[in-house]
């Protein structure tokens, strides 16, 4: 059995013009900071658009953006990953490892290496023993818990006392563009709409900002780079799209799926890593991973199997959570503020290309979020923690997807066994 | 003429599978700058000899020599270092990859990635007459645009001896004869082909030697200008060469199936892909539709079976009392049962659960019909047993009903699909290339039970690639050009150079 | 140009409204201290001879070493083991999705392998206690944080954490400056809101309306990565300090990290839980910032618990361990905390006299 | 058709294996493997260690059930977790809130607990099926969101009651709870197994008996085939999804049934990531599902066991993985062992003789 996503149905071919990819990114971008800005502006809520907000975003989304990366290619090789999760885990006690007694970059390598450890077996057992992917990962998310809970328990206890916490780890330093970051704090400070707003967003990115943080920021151009327009890249991917005609065309695919798997690994547990090693992390400690792995995953999915997606995926992940965090129920308020203005825009081009069920559908929606901004002062506290959640499945829900998953994911792949 | 020497031999080739054994003590010799062509039954082991030789599989027994050297071919890239090259019967692209990606990938090293390979493959492509962006996903091609792609695939690596395991299959005449250019071309320039089709008139057209496979292993080696079809397909089957020619006419006027006005918008909504199609096809005739791939066929008969709703225009098909009733609304489950029986172009997308037994094939499309289905209850016993009796008079070869219907051969299959549409005692049949890549054997059988169906009244629209049997079997051919009927012709009278310049549309700016 | 930002000069913390010096926002005289507020309090327990008990210890997710209630329960033993040479028996911990059967099926495995008495903890052990206990009649079961069972081999384990939070109150009333203090809760669970309940209410007694308290959880009830998610806690708790409270208290269990962290990079001050969280190893980068914690002291309860079987009559035991028995309370490790200890015993005593009557449920 | 060596040797294989292979981590730790082995099969024989592994195995059947319906469809409902979760807590509360006569009042909780594991399950569906948003992201955040709404509803202030310092829901009565096989010393087992054995067999005659079934099976195999003979992949796809999530809505009701009789806020959590393994453990059949719930459940309480001669709980996550690891890797190899063995089997009676091909494939 081979689980595999939804397939595009090749008959239906789109020969319609279409930006070309990055367009299409940078306008949802200014979009997205249009509604936010006015929101932020009519709602009163600057929090939507500060400074802070976009640190923190930057800060909660890096884990989960190292985790889709390593997702991706993961599955652009045509293996599902389940397993980031238990990679991350392994990252996290590696890092912190290699942090105590060598400090930072050290720890960041420990942690890339075990996650790397994690990838591998999990391409041993997916790609040499044909193991359902799936099970696979389960089994990689319990042995990765029990495996850093054995090595904490072994390592870190005599010198800290506690099984499930490490002794106290050396962290990045972080870096600011003093100079930008100043010139666009004015500006944010002037409070004039939008221009304000985008300083504010983009003031946050240039301060306090760890080298991990670049780095893994700029592990996105470079993902697209390598798998995109390398040779490495174009054989990795066509493992993903069809094994065999890779290997019909000398391409050894068992060789590329452990690369990228392992690399998956690798990600995975740099994202552990960043957990760890960044200022205000928690050194090694027992879950607290918990279920980042997963929402990385997703993250990749809602980026279509693309870096620039999914780094959007993690953004606005990141973002949602760190509002939350900091602004409690007012700021998701204002976010549904928002969320009604986007959905009239919307509705609006709907309208105007004359797909009727969806405007109706985008003014139904929009009504709801109204109808919730309008009648609460406070959502249910209960639910405000989730509201990356729900942002995630309302993103989804509005913009739809035409998904291109990898043709062969999740397909067993024997060599000389075609079908 | 001074014999050149040979450039491949195969030497008491060997290779099992489990439950069968696919080749037996195969001998090939290939000379160099000729075009060997491999002919056989489905079955017979041509694809796996092939394979065989491109290192995709390892021969239990036997040895290979390329240009006088034993060689070991452990895998592609080995046969690919040693010049061979291989186009594959099932297309080995990547959909989601582009036409320049499918090609570089795994000889990026040859002329790196960049302008140089952009030129390389612009020259091939010209050569080939592949005139599409190299930058559109492979997915948006059509069949014979694929196929170019998997020719300028072997070129491009540099391969001097080349492959080609039913590149016809699938073409048009126009695009055959186009294919045979290059490959007449490429010839002249000291290339070497092994060449395997189903279609005998195109091997004797283009090769210079063919070697018959019988049974998994070497019946001989003919010179075809010396053999008729008649004769290279009884060394194949020891049986006649059939023909698909209709003799009387058992046509008549009540009408079965009639469409009118049938547009269908294309999925972007801003074109047409079926344009004020209207036909009518009446009991006991068969109405062929000829066409180069992708003018629309494949979507008036997905219309008419119910997976594409009509944008415009009525299906209304004759109940069982005679008279014609609008089908238009409803499904393809409710068409099927309203007596449709559907032949899909694709058996392996449309026909077949290729990981299911048999039998549970026997049931799809029929699982709410006796005697496999009671409604809501399937009956295993019986689908057993009524696929045992399909096994039994469509011939199809295989061990048993429980055996994975991926693990048949084409022709085969394409048999066990004939026979489950013809159970379900049909009003109609619409049988989109009934008889694709399936060998002289099985194209006689399904050509039979078809005239044998079309006997007791049975209306059949039949859309087909292979003109000889449009010709041959159909009663009256409508000609499809990019989504409307524009054309009809008496099959009793047209040739099929007339009818491939009607279809590519030279007949319609003439008048 | 592109400069490395040096410790703790970050976000300008702490707004700059408000007022100035510390204990400049108290409003509320503090009650008189007692005399002699140096007086040893716990229970003297003579010669006790302990040596046919072997305790059993069942602990909640996390176990021994957690720095937390698990790890004090765990002290208490030790202790007990040391003074009156009970025999120490098997220990678990949970692990973090076991079902509940598992939960009976190690108390009975304890009690089968002669465990006695055996000493559950945390409330979620309530429920295999309640199963467990009648089972084995011969067998003593405490159960820590719970006292709905009602059994008679089970000793209810209670804390008056509300008392101790309304000390950390107070203390967080006289170290503000800015009149704005903060609670971080982990989970929004029954247990954790008595902690931000007495701590509202201490806030309130030193500072009245001077003070404003702003309570936050980070997850709801029965998510419990709450309590493990430092990096979270620390943007919330930064978000806090930037929105004007300069002390925080948290309940956070290891997410506590994460605030701590956010007071020290942001000029701040916190105060700890459970354990002298001053005094920790793993917080040892942080620990000026924890100018005290609010104890609950499982290890008092604990090892009294384990006196009061060997004398054969733990229904001796307080029903609750709240100030006046020392089972909560705060700790004196920072010298920062020496300049209030004088108010805080005042409070104590007027909790402990009943003078005060901390609720321990939020007000409002 | 069963073979019984393809079936039963790779368990044993794996055993052996993730034997090997736990022994090292053992060993490391300074633990005795012997010891350890012997106490987890010991287990089995002491107080009522093997009836509750059986009840957890039950659990984990209905799980495991409830994902392989979703692959069938190849559907991957990773969100069995939320939607069993989201089930439990809204039956616990009806049934609370309900008096009905006995049978009736458990029929009407089971009846609660699949429409709203169902309902839970309906919205990736419908995104799915409208919009084209992956199951996978969608359930994965419903996952989480789950938490909050249990959290809500089981406040005071809604529909919850606290106790000592537990929230919970309201207790089902007498009438609403099922009762269990009492085995005497051995324990009880829960009365649920019956209904969990029917719904495995009621899964076998769904797939391999009815229409539907087939309809399901042949559209998760390929849905252009199955177009192409009348089944509408859309449908299938809502209609894998709600019943995977109907049938997850009763994960938890043999412990809400048979043994809690409340929801509550410590409630255990995973069996719906359990439920996904334990399902492709048994390649979706529900015999192998069994095998695979059991096996699951026995390890997790081995986890316990081993507690008490002192190797820590992690070792036990540890041979969890491996073992888990290690059957579907024997699985594999059995697999291609069988596959070389066949061919020799070919060689041999065909004596290289063209034999096999006249009944396999050629004219
Ligand atoms: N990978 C495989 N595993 C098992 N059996 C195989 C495999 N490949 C081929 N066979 C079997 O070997 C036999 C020969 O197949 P082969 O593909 O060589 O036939 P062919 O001559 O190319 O037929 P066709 O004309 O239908 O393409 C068939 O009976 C087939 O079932
Ligand atoms: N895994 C397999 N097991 C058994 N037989 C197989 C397997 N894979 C392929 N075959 C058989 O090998 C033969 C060759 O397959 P191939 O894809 O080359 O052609 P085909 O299915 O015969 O194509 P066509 O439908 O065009 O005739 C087929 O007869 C097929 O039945
Ligand atoms: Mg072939
Ligand atoms: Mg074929």
Redesign the interface.
Same mark, same amino acid.
């Given at each position: 059995m081979s689980t595999v996503m939804e397939k595009p149905d090749p008959t239906v071919t789109t020969s319609k013009r279409r930006l070309p990819g990055w367009a299409r990114g940078a306008l949802w971008a200014v979009v997205a900071i249009g509604v936010l800005s006015t929101a932020s502006y009519l709602t009163d809520m600057p929090i939507l658009t500060s400074s802070d907000t976009s640190q923190t975003a930057l800060r909660l989304g890096l884990p989960i953006l190292l985790a889709a990366i390593g997702g991706l290619w993961a599955e652009r090789a045509g293996v599902m990953n389940i397993g980031l999760e238990g990679m991350m885990i392994l990252g996290t006690w590696g890092s912190a490892w290699g942090a105590y007694y060598g400090g930072v970059w050290v720890g960041l390598a420990a942690g890339i290496l075990f996650g790397l450890l994690g990838g591998l077996l999990h391409a041993v057992a997916v790609v040499t023993f044909n193991v359902n992917h799936i099970v696979s990962g389960v089994a990689i998310n319990l042995l990765g818990l029990g495996v850093a809970q054995y090595l904490a328990t072994l390592v870190f206890e005599p010198i800290s006392g506690n099984p499930r916490e490490s002794p106290p780890v050396a962290k990045f330093d972080t870096y600011s563009a003093t100079f930008l970051s100043d010139w666009l704090g004015a500006l944010e400070d002037e409070q004039r709409v939008v221009l304000s707003d985008v300083a504010g967003l983009l003031r946050g990115l240039v301060t306090h900002v760890s080298p991990l943080a670049m780095i893994a920021l700029l592990l996105v151009p470079a993902s697209y780079f390598i798998l995109w327009r390398t040779r490495f890249g174009l054989r990795l991917r066509s493992c993903g799209e069809s094994p065999v005609a890779a290997e019909s065309l000398g391409v050894n695919v068992y060789l590329h799926k452990y690369i990228a798997v392992a690399a998956s690994g690798g990600f995975a547990g740099m994202g552990g890593a960043s957990l760890v090693l960044l200022e205000g992390g928690a050194d090694y400690l027992e879950n607290q991973v918990n279920g980042r792995g997963y929402i990385g995953l997703a993250a990749m999915i809602f980026g279509n199997y693309r870096p620039s997606g999914l780094l959007g995926g993690a953004a606005l992940f990141g973002y949602a959570d760190g509002l939350q965090l900091s602004g409690g129920g007012a700021a998701v308020l204002a976010l549904c503020y928002g969320a009604v203005l986007l959905l009239a825009i919307i509705v609006v081009l709907q309208l105007i290309r004359r797909h009727w069920w969806a405007a109706a559908g985008g003014v139904a929606g929009a009504a709801v979020l109204y109808w919730i901004y309008w009648t609460n002062d406070e959502l249910p506290s209960d639910l405000i923690p989730y509201t990356p959640h729900f942002v995630t499945i309302i993103v989804l829900a509005v913009a739809a997807q035409r998904l291109r998953v990898p043709k062969a994911i999740g397909q067993q792949y024997r060599r000389g066994e075609d079908t | 003429m001074t014999e050149p020497e040979p450039v491949v031999e195969l030497t008491g080739i060997t290779k099992r599978f489990p439950g069968v054994v696919a080749n037996s003590d195969v001998h090939l010799t290939v000379r160099a700058g000729e075009v060997h062509a491999v002919c056989g039954e489905n079955g017979a082991g041509k694809s796996t000899l092939m394979k065989i030789l491109y290192g995709m599989q390892q021969p239990d027994e036997g040895t290979i020599s390329v240009g006088g050297e034993v060689v070991e071919l452990r895998n592609p890239q080995d046969a690919i270092k040693a010049g061979i090259g291989m186009v594959h019967q099932h297309f080995m692209l990547a959909d989601n990859l582009t036409v320049r990606e499918n090609v570089l990938l795994g000889a990026e090293g040859l002329y790196g990635m960049g302008r140089k390979a952009r030129a390389k493959l612009a020259e091939l492509s010209d050569r080939t007459g592949l005139h599409v962006d190299p930058d559109t996903l492979v997915e948006n091609l059509g069949v014979a645009d694929r196929q170019r792609v998997e020719i300028v695939k072997v070129l491009f690596r540099g391969a001097r001896i080349v492959i080609l395991d039913e590149p016809t299959a699938v073409l048009v005449p126009q695009e055959v004869d186009a294919l045979f250019e290059t490959v007449r071309s490429m010839q002249a320039d000291g290339y070497t082909f092994l060449f395997i089709s189903h279609k005998l008139d195109e091997v004797r057209a283009i090769a210079d030697e063919v070697t018959v496979i019988r049974r998994g292993t070497t019946v001989g080696t003919v010179d075809p200008k010396e053999v008729t079809s008649r004769q290279l397909a009884e060394m194949m089957v020891g049986s006649e060469l059939p023909s698909p020619e209709t003799r009387e006419s058992t046509v008549t006027d009540r009408p079965v199936l009639r469409v009118s006005e049938l547009r269908l918008d294309a999925d972007d909504g801003d074109r047409s892909v079926l344009d004020d199609v209207s036909l009518t096809v009446r009991a006991g005739e068969i109405v062929g539709i000829a066409g180069v791939e992708g003018n629309g066929q494949t979507e008036l008969v997905e219309t008419v079976m119910g997976m594409r709703k009509a944008s415009a225009g009525t299906v209304e098909l004759a109940s069982s009392g005679g008279e014609l009733r609008d089908i238009t609304r409803l499904g393809t489950l409710a068409r099927r049962e309203a007596g449709i029986g559907y032949i899909a172009e694709d058996r392996h997308r449309h026909g077949l659960l290729l990981r299911q037994p048999l039998w549970s094939n026997r049931i799809l499309g029929y699982q709410t019909r006796e005697p496999v289905s009671s409604g809501r209850l399937i009956n295993p016993a019986a689908a057993r047993q009524d696929t045992e009796r399909v096994v039994e008079e469509y011939d199809v070869r295989t061990p048993g009903v429980e055996v994975l219907a991926g693990a048949l051969s084409g022709g085969n299959q394409q048999k066990l699909i004939v026979g489950r549409e013809l159970s379900g005692e049909p009003v109609l049949l619409i049988a989109a290339h009934p008889t694709r890549g399936v060998d002289v054997g099985a194209q006689a059988l399904i050509w039979e039970q078809m005239r044998a169906a079309r006997h007791n009244g049975l209306a059949v629209l039949l859309v087909s690639a292979d003109l000889d049997e449009l010709i041959g079997l159909s009663d009256t051919i409508r000609v499809m050009l990019r989504g409307r009927l524009v054309s009809e012709a008496d099959p009793a009278t047209v040739t099929p150079t007339e009818l491939g310049s009607a279809m590519t549309g030279a007949g319609e700016e003439a008048a | 140009g592109c400069a490395k930002d040096s410790g703790g000069d970050g976000n300008q913390a702490a707004g700059d409204g408000g007022g100035g010096e510390p204990g400049s926002c108290v409003t509320n005289e503090a009650p008189a201290a007692p005399e002699n507020s140096k007086k040893e309090q716990t229970t003297e327990h003579g010669d006790i001879d302990a040596g046919d008990l072997k305790i059993g210890l069942a602990f909640d997710v996390g176990g021994r070493g957690d720095a937390s209630f698990n790890d004090a329960a765990a002290a208490g033993v030790d202790r007990a083991v040391e003074e009156f040479g009970a025999e120490k028996g098997n220990e678990s911990p949970a692990a973090g999705s076991e079902s509940e059967a598992a939960k009976e099926q190690r108390l009975r495995q304890m009690a089968e392998q002669g465990n006695n008495p055996i000493i559950a903890v945390g409330f979620a052990y309530a429920e295999a206690v309640r199963k467990v206990a009648p089972q084995y009649p011969d067998t003593e079961f405490a159960l820590v944080d719970d006292n709905s069972v009602d059994a008679k081999n089970v000793t209810p384990l209670v804390f008056a954490e509300e008392e101790g939070s309304f000390l950390a109150g107070v203390a967080a009333a006289y170290k503000t400056s800015e009149c704005q203090v903060g609670f971080v809760g982990g989970v929004q669970t029954p247990l954790i809101k008595k902690f931000q309940a007495g701590f509202e209410q201490g806030v309130k007694a030193a500072g009245g309306d001077n003070i404003e308290v702003k309570s936050e959880y980070l997850t709801p009830a029965g998510d419990i990565s709450g309590f493990n998610d430092p990096a979270k806690a620390n943007v919330k708790s930064k978000s806090m300090i930037s929105q004007g409270s300069d002390v925080l208290f948290h309940a956070a269990g290891a997410s506590g990290q994460g605030v701590f962290e956010a007071a020290a990079t942001n000029d701040a001050l916190a105060i700890g839980v459970d354990s002298d969280q001053y005094k920790q190893k793993t917080l040892a980068d942080v620990k000026d910032v924890i100018v005290t914690s609010m104890l609950k002291k499982v290890d008092v309860a604990v090892f009294d618990y384990i006196a009061a079987v060997a004398e054969g009559d733990p229904g001796d035991l307080p029903e609750r361990f709240d100030l006046s028995v020392d089972g909560v309370g705060y700790s004196k490790s920072n010298p920062a905390i020496e300049d209030v200890t004088e108010e805080l015993e005042g409070y104590k005593k007027a909790i402990v006299d009943g003078d005060i009557e901390v609720s321990d449920t939020p007000q409002g | 058709?069963i073979n019984w060596r393809t079936a039963l040797l790779p368990p044993a294989l794996a055993i052996v294996f993730a034997m090997l292979l736990s022994s090292v981590?053992l060993l490391i730790?300074g633990a005795n493997p012997l010891e350890a082995f012997a106490t987890m099969g010991a287990q089995l024989f002491h107080?009522?260690?093997a009836v509750?592994t059986v009840?957890?195995a039950i659990?984990y059947y209905l799980a495991g059930l409830a994902a392989a319906v979703g692959?069938q469809m190849?559907v991957?409902n990773?969100g069995v977790e939320g939607q069993y979760r989201f089930a439990a807590v809204v039956a616990a509360i009806v049934g609370g809130w309900m008096q009905l006569p006995p049978v009736l009042h458990v029929i009407a909780i089971l009846v609660v607990a699949v429409a709203s594991g169902a309902l839970y399950a309906l919205?990736p569906a419908l995104?799915?099926v409208y919009?084209?948003?992956?199951?996978?992201?969608?359930t994965?955040?419903?996952?989480?969101?789950v938490?909050?709404?249990?959290?809500?509803l089981?406040?005071p202030e809604q529909f919850g009651v606290?106790?000592?310092?537990?929230?919970s829901t309201e207790e089902i009565a007498p009438s609403g709870r099922i009762p269990g096989i009492p085995l005497g010393e051995a324990g009880t087992l829960f009365g649920f197994v019956v209904i969990a054995v029917a719904l495995g067999y009621g899964y076998w005659f769904m797939l391999?008996?009815?229409?539907? /079934?087939?309809?399901l099976? =042949?559209s998760g195999?390929?849905?252009? $085939?199955?177009?192409?003979?009348?089944?509408?992949a859309k449908k299938m796809t809502l209609a894998a999804m709600l019943i995977s999530g109907g049938v997850a809505g009763l994960v938890a009701m043999p412990?809400l049934l048979g043994?809690?009789y409340v929801y509550?806020?410590?409630?255990?959590?995973?069996y719906g990531?359990t439920g996904?393994?334990v399902a492709?453990?048994g390649?979706?059949h529900p015999a192998g599902i069994a095998f695979g719930a059991l096996l699951w459940a026995f390890l997790?309480?081995s986890?316990?066991?081993l507690?008490?001669i002192?190797i820590?709980?992690?070792?036990?996550?540890?041979m969890?993985?491996?073992i888990?690891?290690s059957v579907?890797?024997a699985y594999?190899?059995v697999r291609r062992a069988d596959?070389a063995a066949?061919?020799r089997r070919?060689?041999r009676a /065909?004596n290289?003789?063209? =034999?096999?091909?006249?009944?396999?494939? $050629?004219?």
């Open positions: - | - | - | 058709m981590a730790s107080g009522n260690t509750s009840n957890l659990v692959f190849n991957f990773i919205l995104l799915k919009r084209g948003v992956s199951e996978v992201i969608t994965i955040m419903l996952n989480s969101i938490f909050g709404i249990v959290a809500f089981i406040n606290l106790h000592g310092n537990n929230l391999n008996r009815t229409r539907f /079934g087939f309809e099976k =042949a195999e390929s849905k252009t $085939a199955a177009a192409a003979g009348g089944v509408s412990e043994r809690d509550a806020m410590t409630a255990t959590q995973g990531f996904l393994a492709l453990l390649r979706n997790d309480r986890a316990v066991s507690e008490s002192g820590p709980s992690e070792i036990a996550t540890i969890q993985g491996t888990v690891l579907v890797v594999e190899i596959l066949e061919q070919v060689g /065909g290289g003789r063209p =034999a096999s091909v006249a009944e396999g494939g $050629a004219v």
